[in-house]
T-cell receptor, first 114, second 115 residues
Framework: SQKIEQNSEALNIQEGKTATLTCNYTNYSPAYLQWYRQDPGRGPVFLLLIRENEKEKRKERLKVTFDTTLKQSLFHITASQPADSATYLCALVPFWGGYNKLIFGAGTRLAVHP | NAGVTQTPKFQVLKTGQSMTLQCAQDMNHNSMYWYRQDPGMGLRLIYYSASEGTTDKGEVPNGYNVSRLNKREFSLRLESAAPSQTSVYFC??????????????FGPGTRLTVL
């Protein structure tokens, strides 16, 4: 069956450390992956996109990697701050389906402690 | 520039009642989407509209209908609400179809409880 899996357990880290979140997928051929941030009671907000022919993308303190062999994307936040505490969602657009469907993982909650 | 707006923010229905969730975007986007989000599950696509005048089913369309009223507005209707439809509903829009790699912009959500 097709699945997108993110760690359901919250990730707790100390301020200043690097947070690494994992997104694994099964039986999809992604055209690209997107990462979103969601704060409690609010809609998701887009952060980064990485295409299937790209290995790495960076934006300020954020870095995303994409390994189509491992079927995995890693999302890194360097020099993390308490304000980075939120739920992070990965989503992919598969090659099939007319590129109109974004398939989401359930998200991983990140808590950054002072 | 309000982005994506949704009304109402909260709603409580009794089983069998009907209601329409409203969504509007002011970014001149072509594509619009309706999702539901349940605890422990990812956002699941209910219906989408790739462009004005077209609508298509997503992953979980049963029990819902949609109308793309014009380029700005995309409504979601529950004809006969059921407790299984208790969820948080999000509307989203993107500039064009996702083939372009476009990000989706989300509204603040509607929290619906069906008793």
């Amino acid at each position: 069956s097709q699945k997108i899996e993110q760690n359901s357990e919250a990730l707790n880290i100390q301020e200043g450390k690097t947070a690494t979140l994992t997104c694994n997928y099964t039986n999809y051929s992604p055209a690209y992956l997107q990462w979103y941030r969601q704060d409690p009671g609010r809609g998701p907000v887009f952060l980064l996109l990485i295409r299937e022919n790209e290995k790495e993308k960076r934006k300020e303190r954020l870095k995303v990697t994409f390994d189509t062999t491992l079927k995995q994307s890693l999302f890194h936040i360097t020099a993390s701050q308490p304000a980075d505490s939120a739920t992070y969602l990965c989503a992919l657009v598969p090659f099939w389906g007319g590129y109109n469907k974004l398939i989401f993982g359930a998200g991983t909650r990140l808590a950054v402690h002072p | 520039n309000a982005g994506v707006t949704q009304t109402p923010k909260f709603q409580v229905l009794k089983t069998g009642q009907s209601m329409t969730l409203q969504c509007a975007q002011d970014m001149n986007h072509n594509s619009m989407y309706w999702y539901r989000q349940d605890p422990g599950m990812g956002l699941r696509l209910i219906y989408y509209s790739a462009s004005e005048g077209t609508t298509d089913k997503g992953e979980v369309p049963n029990g819902y209908n949609v109308s793309r009223l014009n380029k700005r507005e995309f409504s979601l209707r529950l004809e006969s609400a059921a407790p299984s439809q208790t969820s948080v509903y999000f509307c989203a829009s993107s500039e064009t179809a996702l083939a372009e790699g476009n990000e989706q912009f989300f509204g603040p959500g509607t929290r619906l409880t069906v008793l």
